[in-house]
């Protein structure tokens, strides 16, 4: 299955060139192909597993303890490598904002 962002309907959303992951706009099964405007053209990834709307999807292999971008910030950090496709969601990601044990005490 062949679901492409530019020329049907929208299924991902990328908010910030610089982010690796997108985010679903609606239910994507497994096995779908979804391309997303990166600012530097095109980015073709096929899903490994089913992805919730308002989840994330990588868009690119991202490894172990590597930060994951999303708004053009760090929202997190990969708990485990992810490989483009997949889902990210809790079960790979330790999320940074919001963490009161996470900010620096003054």
Do not use: W
């Not at 096995?31 to 490994?48: E, F, K």
Request: charged share 20%; glycine share 10%.
């Amino acid at each position: 299955m062949t679901i492409d962002t530019e020329r049907t309907e929208n299924t991902a959303l990328l908010i910030d060139g610089a982010d690796t992951v997108a985010t679903a706009i609606r239910d994507l099964p497994a096995g779908a192909t979804i391309t997303v405007n990166t600012g530097r053209g095109p980015q073709t990834v096929t899903l490994s597993q089913d992805v919730a709307y308002g989840h994330k999807i990588a868009l690119a292999d991202i490894a172990a303890g590597t930060p994951i971008i999303k708004y053009g910030a760090a929202i997190g950090t990969a708990t485990c490598a992810i490989r483009a496709g997949e889902h990210v969601h809790s079960h790979n990601l330790e999320g940074s904002r919001f963490r009161g044990d996470k900010t620096e005490q003054t």
